[in-house]
């Protein structure tokens, strides 16, 4: 956009909220400032393309995240979303990413349509660069913000990083991430380490507190009782989960019957052994309460 030839008086007429949104959209589009929103959802656009070998138009869907801060329609094409391709995802991520909270950096503008074009990876060379400058270190803490959450698996980012993460990266304990998370929360995170070769960092959620088996032989001594609720069930082997978030692997009693115990029930266990190694409880069984 040429702010040269920008027509200030229609500006005249807007609301004070108004005003301060195009202002801000503005600043941006002109010195590359960048703009927080959050994603309502997807849209989808048929564009015509010319393939540079042959010189032949074909018609092509493209997809962009859209935000509305308060009446500009703020569209970030997909292309413009990740880093690199690299680090891109399909289709279905970007389905699941209403919510989710993101930077960006608006490139082009349509008064009359009320509409902008906005890019992420932009914002995210500055993030990038901020990280850099100061010299973030492994075992700091920091915070990421959930773009996608799936059952076993959610997108995160921290400082201009997208990280798949998957559940023993997130939780201690066994569990369908969508019952903790949504797009669009922020969460603290321990920086795992960067690859500067690659350009690549890491970080965990679940680091920021301690393993719950940590004093486990004090909380939940062999043969004591605990009440405890079933979380899953594998080869035989049911997982209960104890008051203090320890996951524990359990066995039944005799005469008791699989098919009379379903994931959610309360049961009472008793504890049996440790494993230090896989930091894991072991317990059986005794009744349901």
């Given amino acids: 956009m040429d702010f040269r030839q920008l027509d200030v008086t229609w500006d005249r007429g807007l609301s004070e909220a108004q005003k301060k949104e195009w202002n801000a959209i503005y600043a941006s589009c002109r010195s590359g400032s960048i703009l927080t929103g959050k994603i309502t959802g997807m849209d989808s656009n048929v564009v015509s393309l010319t393939d540079p070998e042959n010189g032949r ?37 970007l389905r699941s990413m209403g919510g989710a909270v993101m930077d960006y950096v608006v490139t082009d503008i349509d008064k009359e349509e009320e509409c902008c074009v906005a890019s992420r990876r932009q914002a995210m060379r500055y993030r990038r660069y901020t990280f ?12 990421a913000r ?82 405890s609720f079933i979380t899953g069930k594998y080869k035989g082997g049911v997982f209960c989960r104890l008051d203090d978030n320890m996951d524990c692997l359990c066995t039944y009693s005799a005469g008791q019957c699989d098919e009379d115990f379903h994931v959610g029930d309360p049961v009472m266990v008793v504890i049996s052994k440790y494993s230090y190694e896989k930091k894991l409880v072991y317990a059986k069984i005794i009744a349901k309460w």
Wanted: hydrophobic share 35%; glycine share 6%.
């Fill in 132 to 143: 850099q400058r100061d010299q973030v270190q492994a075992g700091d803490k920091a915070t």
């Fill in 57 to 93: 138009q074909f018609d092509r869907e493209v997809f962009s995240l859209v935000v509305i801060d308060y009446r500009v329609k703020v569209l970030i094409p997909e292309r413009e979303i990740w880093f690199d391709e690299k680090s891109s995802q399909p289709t279905h991520v």
């Fill in 146 to 227: 959930i773009l996608a959450v799936g059952y076993s698996h959610i997108l995160a980012e921290c400082y201009g990083y997208d990280m798949t993460l998957s559940m023993k990266d997130v939780s201690y304990t066994v569990m369908d991430l969508h019952e903790r998370y949504r797009p669009g929360d922020e969460c603290p995170v321990v920086i795992k380490g960067y690859d500067k070769e690659r350009d690549q960092l890491a970080f965990s959620l679940k680091e920021v507190e301690p393993h719950p088996f940590e004093g486990v032989e004090i909380r939940h001594p062999i043969g004591s009782r605990r009440a």
